[in-house]
């Protein structure tokens, strides 16, 4: 019997000391695969891409027949077919409403391979 008392006295004092034992989190995935691309300056490169970030500037130089427009001195190119337009007050809108000198914000599609194509223009 004085062995059963023993042993459950053991077993309480023993749970909560298992319970408070510290462990180190496994790193994760992702902080793995950060870790193994900052040995690659290309592959730093890509990460810090923010090719769906929204965008600003002023349109300095626009040709809808072109499909190109300029932005901070960057000729930034648009599929008329493809490319939303959004006017000032959050409606659609066509690619004409791009006139020089509007200030726009935009984002870039994430499609294309060169990071030069816009998705969507908002014209403010």
Same mark, same amino acid.
């Given at each position: 019997m004085?062995?059963?008392? =023993?042993?459950?006295?053991?077993?309480?004092?023993?749970?909560? /000391?298992?319970?408070?034992?510290?462990?180190?989190?496994?790193?994760?995935?992702?902080?793995?695969?950060m870790?193994?691309?900052?040995?690659?300056?290309?592959?730093?490169?890509?990460?810090?891409?923010?090719?769906?970030?929204?965008?600003?500037?002023?349109?300095?130089?626009?040709s809808?027949?072109?499909?190109?427009?300029?932005?901070?001195?960057?000729?930034?190119?648009?599929?008329?077919?493809?490319?939303?337009?959004?006017?000032?007050?959050?409606?659609?809108?066509?690619?004409? /409403?791009?006139?020089?000198? /509007?200030?726009?914000? =935009?984002?870039?599609?994430?499609?294309?391979?060169?990071?030069?194509?816009?998705?969507?223009?908002?014209?403010?």
């Amino acid at each position: 019997m004085k062995r059963y008392v =023993f042993s459950a006295i053991l077993l309480l004092v023993a749970a909560p /000391a298992a319970a408070m034992t510290p462990t180190t989190p496994a790193p994760s995935a992702a902080k793995t695969n950060m870790q193994s691309m900052s040995s690659s300056p290309a592959a730093a490169k890509a990460m810090a891409d923010d090719s769906s970030g929204l965008r600003r500037g002023t349109v300095e130089a626009v040709s809808v027949e072109a499909g190109t427009f300029h932005v901070y001195g960057q000729k930034l190119t648009f599929d008329a077919q493809r490319v939303r337009v959004f006017g000032r007050d959050g409606k659609a809108s066509s690619i004409y /409403a791009l006139k020089t000198g /509007a200030k726009v914000r =935009f984002t870039m599609d994430a499609s294309d391979p060169e990071h030069r194509r816009v998705a969507v223009i908002y014209v403010d």
